[in-house]
C-alpha cells in the first residue's frame, strides 16, 4: 500500500547474513519503546534531573566515533568516572540505547561521570581488531581531557562494558597491559562475552551456529577466534586492575564471565563477584527491570569501595 513504512525485522531473528545486509543498509534498529529517550527517562525517575550531557565526536582509527558525556554536579562527588562502551553483539548498538544511555544518566547522578563511547560494527566488512581500536582510543581521549570533561584526574578513569562492549573493555586492558600504557583505575565488565562460546569458557567453536558464528563474525577469521585480545577469557588475567564481574542468574552467557572472575583471582588480582538474581542477558538495556536498578547500585558501591 502507497506511503506505509517497512517494518523493520527483528534482527535476532534472522540468519547472520541477512542480518549483517540489513544492518549495513540501515545501520541500526530503531528502539520501539516510547519511554527510553533521555527526556522521558527523567519523568520516569527524577533523581536523574539534574544530569547534563555533551554529545562528543572521537577522532579513531576507523573515522569519528560518537561519545557522550553525563554529569551531575548537583551529586555528591565519587571521586571517579567511568569510560563505559555498550553492547549489541559487535554487530549493533549506540549510544542512545538504555545500556549506554540510561546506565550513565544513573551512574552520574550517583556521582560517578561517564563517558559513553560508540566504536564501529562488524558488518560482515569489518571485523577484530577495528572496534578494539576505537575503544582505545576513546580511552586514550578520555585520559586527555579526564578533568575537563568528567571533572576527576586521569588516575580516577575506570573502564567498562556491557556484553561485546565488557569484551571490548577487557580487550583493551589486556592491549593496554602489554604495550605498557596507563591501565585504568579498575574495570566493570557487565554479563561480559570473553570467549568465542560464552557458554563454555576455553573453547573455540567451529562458528557456524550461534554465539560461535557472531564471535567468528567478530574475530574475522578461525585463527582469530583463538586470539586472547579479541577474547580476553583465552588469555592472562595477571595485571589487570581491580575488577569486578557481574553476570545474570539466567544468562547463557554466565560460565564466560564467571571463569574470567575464577582466572583473575587464580592470577593474584583484585576481583569481585556479582550475581543478579532472577535476571538474564541485558537486563540493564530494561529501566524497568528490577535487577538493573540492583546492578547500578552494585556497581557504584563496588566503585565507592576502592578509596
Not at 540505547?97 to 562488524?122: H, I, Q, T
Not at 578494539?132 to 575506570?158: K, M, P, Q, T
Not at 563454555?200 to 554465539?211: E, H, L, M, S, V
Amino acid at each position: 500500500m502507497s506511503g506505509e513504512t517497512e517494518a523493520e525485522p527483528d534482527i535476532r531473528e534472522l540468519p547472520l547474513a541477512e542480518a549483517l545486509a540489513w544492518l549495513r543498509e540501515h545501520r541500526d534498529i530503531a528502539d520501539p519503546r516510547p519511554d527510553i529517550d533521555t527526556a522521558a527517562l527523567k519523568r520516569r525517575f527524577p533523581r536523574l534531573a539534574n544530569v547534563t550531557t555533551l554529545d562528543l565526536a572521537i577522532d579513531a582509527p576507523n573515522g569519528r566515533q560518537p561519545a557522550r558525556a553525563y554529569r551531575d554536579d548537583t551529586a555528591h562527588p565519587s571521586g571517579s568516572a567511568l569510560v563505559w562502551v555498550h553492547g549489541g553483539a559487535f554487530i549493533g548498538g549506540n549510544l542512545d540505547m538504555p545500556e549506554s544511555n540510561w546506565v550513565a544518566l544513573e551512574l552520574a547522578a550517583r556521582g560517578f561521570p561517564v563517558l559513553a563511547v560508540d566504536y564501529v560494527k562488524c558488518l560482515g566488512d569489518v571485523h577484530f581488531p577495528a572496534p578494539s581500536d576505537d575503544v582505545i582510543a576513546a580511552w586514550h581521549f578520555a585520559l586527555g581531557n579526564s578533568s575537563e570533561l568528567l571533572g576527576v584526574e586521569a588516575d580516577r578513569l575506570l573502564l567498562g562494558g556491557a556484553s561485546a562492549g565488557g569484551n571490548l573493555a577487557a580487550g583493551a586492558v589486556a592491549r593496554l597491559r602489554d604495550a605498557g600504557e596507563p591501565l585504568p583505575a579498575a574495570l566493570v565488565l557487565v554479563y561480559p562475552a570473553l570467549d568465542p562460546d560464552g557458554g563454555r569458557p576455553g573453547t573455540i567453536p567451529d562458528g557456524t551456529a550461534g554465539f560461535g558464528e557472531l564471535s567468528l563474525n567478530f574475530a574475522g577469521s578461525s585463527e582469530a577466534l583463538r586470539d586472547p585480545y579479541a577474547f580476553p577469557g583465552l588469555g592472562s588475567a595477571e595485571g589487570f586492575p581491580p575488577t569486578l564481574v557481574v553476570v545474570c542468574e539466567h544468562d547463557r552467557l554466565r560460565p564466560s564471565g564467571e571463569a574470567f572472575f575464577a582466572k583473575l583471582r587464580a592470577e593474584g588480582g583484585d576481583a569481585s563477584l556479582h550475581v543478579e538474581p532472577d535476571a538474564d542477558h541485558a537486563h540493564i538495556n530494561e529501566p524497568s527491570h528490577p535487577g538493573a536498578h540492583r546492578t547500578l547500585d552494585a556497581i557504584a558501591a563496588w566503585v565507592a569501595g576502592r578509596h
